[in-house]
């Protein structure tokens, strides 16, 4: 089989979802593997790197031709009309939501998995680009909020006088907020956080947070706000309405991973604000070495989709998006 590895950077993206350790699995698995030139460039993964465990550097239209695509973003339009019968094509399709656009995919007759759609699952834990990339999101907002703040986060008692810790905010305690208090939690923040979960409760204390109900009063004397509130497939919930930004003190750092749990507008300028569902891309070698591992689990675990694939596998249920001019679980 043939193995093409597209490269996203002209479309903002700096991971690559194929390392050269990855790469050397497959060629050990008895694939060919084409990379296309730059791909891993900007996530520190030179061509010459690929080429080392013996992958062929190509172009583009040479990349498309293989019989199994990958690539961390949905594809070009201008990708489709390369496209036929019996490819497969494995990327994250989070971005690509257009039905019509998912309906000229499914007419190309190209079999399209979708690793955003990978379920919550035990035997699914190592394929889950979701948890991995959302790991490292939470650590990068963490990072940013304390390099941003103007005081120091831990307790520091000093002949100068005392230094109080940093009070810290986060909303939504899934994989990326749990991992944010983690980080604020070990630098010496004092972290309160909350999440419409039952169950968070339990995993916030046991990272180190504080659970509160009632989030709108811990704001006023909070130096960093965290918000991470996800709805997979739908419009991020708008949960810190304007008013409530303006109770943070002075020189507070405001970070909305969800991108739309934060009102805007808000007449603060003094606050360091950031909005970025995609953080994980500033860590873009690690985020590529985690992506390329799941991708990896994935195809060895269902033989490159090469022998007598159960395509009602409770995996493959959730992540076969189309195959053979059909779409599977996204249109009616």
């Excluded at 520190?44 to 990958?70: C, M, N, P, S």
């Excluded at 496209?83 to 494995?90: A, D, H, I, S, T």
């Excluded at 991992?179 to 604020?184: D, F, G, K």
């Excluded at 507070?252 to 603060?268: H, P, S, T, W, Y």
Aim: hydrophobic share 45%.
């Amino acid at each position: 089989m043939k193995i093409g590895l597209i490269n996203n950077f002209l479309r903002d993206e700096t991971r690559v979802c194929a390392t050269p350790e990855t790469v050397k699995k497959f060629i050990t698995d008895g694939h060919i593997v084409f990379i296309e030139e730059g791909a891993g460039h900007q996530s520190g993964f030179e061509d010459a790197a690929y080429a080392k465990v013996g992958a062929l550097i190509k172009q583009r239209a040479d990349i498309l031709t293989a019989d199994f695509i990958l690539s961390v973003m949905p594809p070009l339009k201008t990708d489709l009309h390369f496209f036929k019968e019996n490819q497969w094509l494995l990327c994250d399709l989070t971005s690509f939501d257009d039905k019509a656009d998912l309906q000229d995919l499914a007419k190309t007759d190209i079999g399209v998995i979708d690793m955003g759609k990978m379920p919550r699952i035990t035997r699914a834990q190592s394929m889950d680009i979701l948890s991995s990339q959302a790991m490292l999101a939470g650590y990068k907002a963490a990072i940013i909020a304390l390099n941003a703040l103007s005081q120091t986060a831990p307790l520091m008692m000093t002949s100068a006088g005392t230094l109080l810790p940093t009070k810290a905010v986060v909303v939504g305690a899934g994989v990326a907020g749990l991992t944010a208090i983690s980080v604020l939690k070990r630098m010496g923040a004092n972290v309160v956080a909350t999440d419409i979960r039952p169950e968070s409760k339990n995993e916030i204390e046991s990272v180190g947070g504080k659970f509160s109900d009632r989030i709108e009063n811990e704001l006023a004397g909070s130096h960093i706000l965290i918000c991470a509130a996800f709805s997979a497939g739908k419009k991020a919930p708008l949960l810190i309405k304007k008013e409530q930004i303006e109770q943070l003190p002075p020189h507070a750092v405001v970070i909305d991973m969800a991108q739309g749990n934060v009102e805007l507008g808000f007449k603060r300028p003094d606050i360091y604000f950031i909005q970025n569902k995609y953080l994980q891309r500033k860590l873009s070698f690690s985020a590529s070495t985690l992506f390329a591992n799941n991708v990896y689990s994935f195809l060895q675990t269902f033989h490159y989709m090469q022998k007598d694939i159960d395509y009602e596998d409770e995996i493959l249920r959730d992540v076969l998006v189309c195959f053979g001019g059909f779409l599977r679980g996204r249109m009616k």
